[in-house]
């Protein structure tokens, strides 16, 4: 899992040096709250 993360974590990396402004904005929101929902759902597994 935390592979996949670092893998589209350089993905996104990459591609935002040519992302206009607002797209950077949108996909660093988006990334934000994909990684709060996984570090809920991991604490949720490791506590269960």
């Not at 893998?7 to 950077?24: D, E, K, R, Y």
């Amino acid at each position: 899992m935390k592979m996949l993360l670092i893998i589209v974590g350089v993905a996104l990396g990459h591609f935002l040096f040519n992302a206009p402004m607002m797209l950077q904005v949108a996909l660093a929101f988006v990334t934000a709250m994909a990684a709060y929902y996984l570090i809920e759902w991991n604490d949720d597994r490791t506590n269960a």
